[in-house]
């Protein structure tokens, strides 16, 4: 199996080790007793655990210092933008041992393009063909470099789509075109495309023909995944300051300083296990109160691990190469980063306070919409209350969607618990059936409330690779229902014997039921065999969406 050896090693289990006992050693000394039990108890969640103490979450670093045109030792041209492609990644290598969560890129095209300029590199034959082969070996060595944690690749995201220089479209078609060619089993990195009117997302936009090499792609590979300009909860912000990080982050409000996502990040987040409220609640009006009190703590654990972080002494090259913009401690840091509320399973909550399915009933939607917006308006509030980042994260459950579920059904009896997983955040369920335009149209008011990251997902048979205008007419369908990130799944399958890919149980070619599935999780793809309990049990259930004629 690819990549086994790569993730059960010896020093990644010693790894595994140091984790489990930071994490009761920060249960038990530093988070509140009864706090730490609801942790435990599976009523909350504490993500990253491990890092509590001494590193925040994820951020968009930024690059003035690491790309500073001065600071290159390169003569010719070839030896510049390979340079540029070692400083960054030297820079990941560096960063993702200072924190637990991904690195995002805001404006990945714009910044090379910028340098590449600065060093007067000429936009020649020779150079286009040195970028396309230096983007393809940039993206080899994000898949194939397993130094976090001894055991991972890292954990990018690419935002690209809004430079219309000469250099800076190219090497978005470079990142484009490698990902597309790259071997079928490398899943890295994330590569998000922006999509905005009056640069690419018309016809007659300088930047269209990117898109639809995006679109193209993505119909092949899952990859790109689109940040949505246009959308309600984007339309009022700076398009090159905002950005994805990981595999939904996004950090754009700031009560501390110029509202954007670059030089800045998450601090940490703590999920709520919202369907464990409504199984203990008799009511809506119960619910609705006991979840407030659930908010109040989480507002309270994060507060209290930020005062925890504020003593680190781990983070010196963040500070060093002024990769938070210009804070000088961490002090300034915590106030620019944000402090996240994060849920899972609207879909079974409302069908436990209702009877209903999130997708069949106007009544049961309401209601999910009134929980997610009583989440945003608890966020907001301790925003106000504290003058920090508090923001609300549509969390990516990879992890909590099986623990959540299975520490409940070992205390409660409803049908929604015989599935044994939580449906993400406040998508539809993930066997629905309904149309792509239907599930949109659901999800999308959910993303204007989501500050702290959301993404909205179609999910297809198999690879619709002949469908590119049929895809940009849905992207910007889901622009117009008001969903900020967006993303289309589909089964990727290849024979491990003689290399066929497609959508299969056992080999069509050869017949071998040795098969690697490639699936997307939570926003990384990933291989199957590595999904969490709950995931796989996910995966198992998913059913595509109808294309059907819009039907709203």
Known sequence: MENAAARDNFVSGLYEEAVKQEKNFILNNLVKPEYAEMHRNAEIHLHDLEGYRFVYNCCTPALQDILDAKKFVSTNDFSKIAEIFGKIESLISSLAVCQTGGIGFANFDIDIADVL?????????????AMTDLAALFLNWVNTTRTRYCREPYYISLNLGLATSEWGRFIT???????????????????????????????????????LQALHCTANRMIPTYLLLDSEPNRG?????????????????????????????????????????????????????????????CKD???????????????????????WNEVANMDELVKQGTLSLGFIGISETVEILTGEK?????????????????????????RRETGLNFSLLATPGELISGRFAEADKKMFEHPVLEKEFYTNSFHVE??????????????GKFH???????????????????????LEDLVGYAAAQGVSYFGMNFPLDICRDCGHKGTFDDCPVCGSKNIRRIRRVSGYLEDLDY????????????????????NC
């Open 117 to 129: 300029e600065k060093l007067n590199v000429p936009f020649s034959e020779a150079n286009r063909d």
């Open 173 to 211: 078609k470079s990142i484009l075109k490698a990902y597309l060619e790259q071997s079928i089993h490398y899943e890295r990195p994330n590569i998000i495309f922006k999509v905005k009117k009056g640069v690419n997302a018309d016809a007659s936009d300088p930047n269209h023909d990117l898109f």
């Open 237 to 297: 912000c700076d398009p090159e300051k905002l950005g994805i990080m990981g595999c939904r982050t996004r950090v754009y409000q700031n009560s501390n300083g110029p509202e954007q996502t670059i030089g800045r990040g998450n601090i940490a987040y703590v999920s709520i296990n919202l369907p464990r409220i409504a199984l203990q609640s008799g009511s809506v009006v119960d619910f609705m109160e006991k979840l407030e009190e659930k908010a109040h703590v």
């Open 301 to 323: 654990i994060l507060l209290s691990r930020m005062e925890t972080l504020k003593k680190t002494q781990k983070l010196g090259f963040v500070f060093e190469n002024h990769l």
């Open 358 to 382: 999130l997708y069949l009933s106007k009544n049961a939607e309401q209601l999910g919409f009134d929980i997610v917006k009583k989440l945003r308006n608890c966020a907001d509030s301790f």
């Open 430 to 443: 993930v066997d629905s059936g309904i149309s792509l335009y239907d599930k949109l149209r659901i999800e």
């Open 448 to 470: 204007a409330l989501c500050n702290g990251g959301s993404i909205a997902y179609v999910e297809f048979n198999d690879a619709p690779m002949e469908n590119v205008e049929a």
């Open 531 to 550: 999904f969490t309990k709950g995931k796989t049990r996910e995966v198992a259930k998913r059913r595509a969406n109808d294309r059907s004629a819009k």
